[in-house]
């Protein structure tokens, strides 16, 4: 814009001093003309200047728009557990909630519920692990909206120290969809600060 606007001047100037009687020749209008007045002339470059930041501004218009639409595709999360113990069994299936947030682009998942809410419609990646003791059952299903769409597990092994489990799905969700991992009945999981039971979602691309 600031190199329009030095043109601008400059042929301006050159106008003003191109001709005692107020006129410049064809190559300064450049429309055709033999020649134009200076009146003429100033009122064609003042049009052809306004059509040109009119350009700039909506060009400038579409980036911003671009801008906008890459920064609302960033979406993702990464919470553990963090619970220093054994949570579970309990006698109905219960909602995990993953409190030791490291990272939740655009706020969509809430520790102190353990949903994540589709901020906007999309394909998502969602990868869930978990390390639990052998003697109890340990199973975990990731579920939309209330229904379940992955699920990991492992039976009841008094003979093992320990278990672990993953599981991961690509999905297309659509803006204010719950997500949520639920801990089976009668089963448990452990975690401590070495963070072995995690959550996680990734936007891969919005529709």
Not at 79 to 93: D, H, I, N, V
Not at 143 to 164: D, F, L
Not at 197 to 206: A, D, E, N, S, V
Request: aromatic share 10%.
């Amino acid at each position: 814009m600031g190199d329009m606007m030095i043109i601008f001047v400059s042929l301006c100037s050159f106008l003003l001093s191109a001709s005692a009687d107020t006129e410049a020749e064809v190559s300064v209008c450049g429309h055709g003309q033999t020649k134009c007045t200076l009146e003429t002339c100033s009122m064609l470059l003042s049009e052809e200047f306004y059509i040109i930041k009119s350009q700039l501004k909506s060009n400038q218009d579409d980036i911003d728009a671009l801008k906008r639409e890459k920064e609302a595709s960033k979406v993702f999360f990464s919470a553990a557990l963090r619970k220093f113990g054994t949570l579970g069994p309990f006698s109905e299936e219960t909602t995990v909630t993953y409190s030791h947030v490291f990272i939740n682009k655009r706020n969509g998942y809430d520790n102190t519920t353990g949903v994540f809410t589709a901020p906007v419609s999309g394909v998502y990646l969602f990868l869930f692990y978990h390390h639990a003791l052998g003697g109890e059952s340990a199973y975990l299903s990731l579920t939309k909206n209330g229904e379940r769409v992955v699920t990991t597990g492992h039976h009841k092994n008094t003979q093992e120290g320990s278990s672990n489990g993953a599981n991961a799905v690509t999905i297309q969700l659509n803006k204010g969809d719950l997500m949520r991992i639920r801990l089976w009945a009668g089963s448990w999981v452990f975690d401590d600060d070495k963070n072995y039971t995690t959550f996680t979602g990734i936007l891969l691309h919005t529709v």
